[in-house]
């Protein structure tokens, strides 16, 4: 008798809780991020972190928000992933390069859900890419130091040996030569995308070498501090990072990700998936020059003003001709500019970066 | 004015020895209720996210098996030593060489389609390890080196040797200068269950690699248990004097002992690369070998011990990325929980084997 009444009860139970399940308002969207790092104040994951509050702000309770942190370029991200999946999620936005061979084994198994991921150069029916062209605030941030440097030394500190992270030092260095043509640039690869000590040591090997503007396609704010400390100038890189050191910081090279990760989502909630491979640039608002140092001449920000205009018009492309590379040979005639394909798939050094490029 | 110490215990407590755990999961509870309650979390599901709901899937199984195998292989290699006080810190060099060699046959042979590739880099992966785990038994064995520091710092060099090939000749030539080798092709890597047609494991990613391990582990325990090897390293480490009055060669001792976790280290490397990363990356410290001493010392150094401890904490990484996909909370929370757990853990089994005795003042003594 009482296994009876200890299953009718629970059958009561079930129902009740059943149909409530049933009369329920539309579920919530549920979409994840997975983070390489935490997002902290400054940096890669900051930046992405800003831009998921953004979303968080304009959509409130219609979706539902997951975020992993410290996720490993490894196996490890393809479990996340699929958890994240297993566990209702319909948007999977994988955060980091190094994700890309996992992002698509676990799209596979998984070809409901639609996963972005950033900055990869694979796609799939449901993985989808979005990047953002730094080389154009690169290129201005280039200007700015080309005026600034006293030395005719820049620096750079320098994560993998990749398209991205190339065309960005060519990007940087061009700029500087744009206005000042003495410049060289010194490259420190530290194999890491993360890695404050290392992005420190590197930054200070560099500022031994006579480098006095200091860039780097690293993670944190290490590379700023560095400077300050020395007493020489560097840029932010990822996000604002004014406040952490005033005086040294020249400005910020920005990336804004809130309004793309808005644009997935509202397709999303009106049922249209979104599928584009987005490379946006200036013109689209994915990144940005911040925070200019007063300190920086007039003549010289509206230098950089007016370029930026040219570039968020159109009339002026970073990867235009006459291009040299680093060994004198002709990479670009004049009149001629790299198409997204070639841009994304440079694998040389510009004239005026020093030393050799890893292969 | 009374002092404690811990005072060894003539006997293991048979008492302490089931009491222990016990304890130790009633501390963690009592803590961990605590810890999620001043985080404004409910405690119940705070604790449902963390133990039960990894496992309430068959995502979640299969990624449990698929991450306690490796654990339990290497500790199950380094019990063995352990039990003779030979301790091998190493194995996660000895595993990153294991991978080495398998990866190198992955590689070398990928035109190549061949049921005998996987077995081949099996065999090449234990003997990648047993080569690492060589160079810390010839220094303790022949120079009388300390094999903690040796084992240790092979660790680094063999971090390094990684890097050194999947930044130079073994760089996928199509990955845009990323450090990463080529991905191995479908004969170089363990069989998902799927795939045999076992369609209960649908949409996982359990493969045959975890046979691996469960042959391992009555293998592993025959030796200790019923073979006069096993029961020689036992006497070396519980009574080194008499183990030397019996006549028990050390040397051979400390080569056996580091070759067998070498061994099994080395396969674990193989059951990485040829199973969840299909491919050999610059990145490639889960810090299994370590880990694996927690679970070693977790299990007591007892083959079904470690089967146990292995899937807590394959449970525990799981229970933490649960933890701050449902509840949102940051990684920190759920590594300090993971600490406080494998602390009261091995705190409490301390007790089995010590008791804690108050002693008077010390002005008493004086007197």
Redesign the interface.
């Known amino acids: 008798m009482k296994v009876k009444s200890l299953k009718l009860m629970l059958l009561s139970v079930f129902l009740l809780f059943g149909f409530n399940i049933g009369a329920r308002a539309a579920e919530p969207l549920k979409m994840a991020w997975i983070y390489f790092g935490t997002p902290g104040d400054a940096g890669w994951t900051f930046a992405h972190d800003t831009g998921v509050k953004m979303v968080q702000k304009e959509f409130g309770s219609k979706i539902e928000t997951s975020i992993v942190e410290n996720v490993p370029e490894s196996a490890d991200s393809e479990r996340v992933m699929r958890e994240l999946a297993s566990k209702g999620n319909q948007i999977i936005f994988a955060t980091s390069f190094g994700y890309m061979e996992h992002t698509l084994k676990a799209a596979k198994s998984f070809p409901k859900v639609k996963f972005y991921h950033n900055t990869g150069f694979k796609s799939a029916p449901n993985v989808h890419i979005y990047n953002s062209r730094m080389y154009e605030p690169a290129y201005l941030a280039g200007i700015i130091a080309g005026h600034m440097s006293k030395s005719n030394v820049l620096g750079y500190v320098a994560s993998f040996p990749i398209p991205e992270v190339v065309r960005n030092i060519n990007a940087y260095t061009m700029g500087a030569r744009s206005v000042n043509p003495k410049i060289t640039t010194k490259v420190v690869w530290i194999s890491s995308w993360y890695d404050p000590s290392k992005e420190r040591q590197a930054a200070e090997t560099l500022i031994g070498q006579g480098a006095d503007c200091l860039m780097q396609n690293t993670d944190s704010s290490a590379t700023l501090q560095a400077a300050a400390d020395k007493g020489v100038y560097a840029f932010g890189w990822n996000s604002d990072m004014s406040t952490i050191a005033p005086k040294a910081h020249l400005a910020s090279v920005t990336q804004v990700w809130g309004p793309y990760y808005v644009k997935v989502t509202k397709a999303a909630l009106e049922g249209k998936a979104f599928t584009d491979n987005v490379w946006g640039g200036m013109k689209e608002g994915m990144n940005g020059l911040e925070s200019i140092n007063d300190k920086i001449p007039d003549s010289v920000k509206k230098e950089v003003e007016a370029k930026k205009a040219q570039i968020v018009s159109g009339k002026f492309k970073v990867f235009s001709g006459p291009l040299k590379a680093q060994d004198g040979s002709i990479k670009i005639a004049a009149g001629a500019t790299f198409t997204d394909k070639d841009i994304d798939s440079i694998k040389f050094y510009v004239e005026g970066v020093d030393g050799q490029l890893p292969k | 004015m009374f002092r404690f110490r811990l005072v060894p215990r003539s006997q293991a407590s048979q008492k302490m020895l089931v009491l222990a755990p016990l304890l130790a999961v009633f501390l963690t509870l009592v803590v961990g209720i605590s810890l999620f309650a001043v985080l404004g979390q409910n405690p119940i599901v705070a604790f449902k996210a963390y133990f039960i709901d990894?496992l309430s899937?068959l995502?979640?199984i299969s990624?449990l098996l698929?991450?306690a195998s490796p654990l339990c292989l290497i500790a199950l290699g380094l019990a063995i030593g352990y039990r003779a006080n030979i301790w091998n810190i190493g194995a996660e060099g000895q595993m990153y060489v294991g991978g080495i060699f398998a990866t190198g046959l992955a590689i070398h042979f990928q035109d190549y389609p061949s049921a005998w590739l996987l077995p081949m880099m099996i065999v090449a992966g234990a003997l990648g390890g047993m080569l690492w785990a060589s160079l810390t038994a010839l220094c303790r064995a022949q120079f009388h080196a300390n094999e903690i520091l040796v084992s240790l710092m092979l660790t680094y060099v063999a971090d390094l040797l990684v890097?050194a090939l999947v930044?130079g000749v073994w760089k996928d030539p199509m990955a845009?200068?990323?450090?990463?080798t080529v991905?191995f092709t479908d004969s170089a890597l363990f069989t998902p269950f799927v795939e045999l047609g076992w369609n209960y494991w649908e949409?996982t990613?359990i493969n045959t690699s975890v046979f691996l391990t469960l042959i391992a582990i009555p293998l592993v325990w025959f030796f200790m248990q019923r073979s006069f090897s096993g029961f020689q390293l036992l006497v070396a480490g519980l009574a080194p004097g008499a183990a030397r009055y019996a006549g028990f060669r050390e040397k051979k001792l400390v080569w056996m002992a580091l070759l067998i976790s070498g061994l099994v280290a080395g396969l674990a490397g193989v059951t990485?690369v040829a199973?969840?990363?299909?491919?050999l990356?610059?990145?490639?410290t889960?810090g299994y070998g370590f880990t694996a001493i927690i679970v070693a010392n977790l299990g007591r150094l007892n083959p079904l011990g470690i089967v146990l401890a292995s899937l807590l904490m394959a449970l525990l990484y799981?229970g933490g990325?649960?933890v701050?996909?449902?509840l949102?909370l940051?990684?920190a929370v759920s590594q300090v929980f993971q600490g406080l757990l494998l602390l009261f853990l091995l705190g409490c089994d301390v007790m089995v084997n010590y008791k804690i005795v108050r002693l008077p003042s010390t002005r008493a003594v004086a007197l």
């Open positions: 990894p899937n995502n979640g990624e698929l991450k890097k930044y845009n200068n990323f450090p990463v991905s949409g990613r990485e199973g969840p990363m299909a491919q990356n610059d990145r490639w889960p799981l990325e649960s701050q996909v449902s949102h940051p990684k």
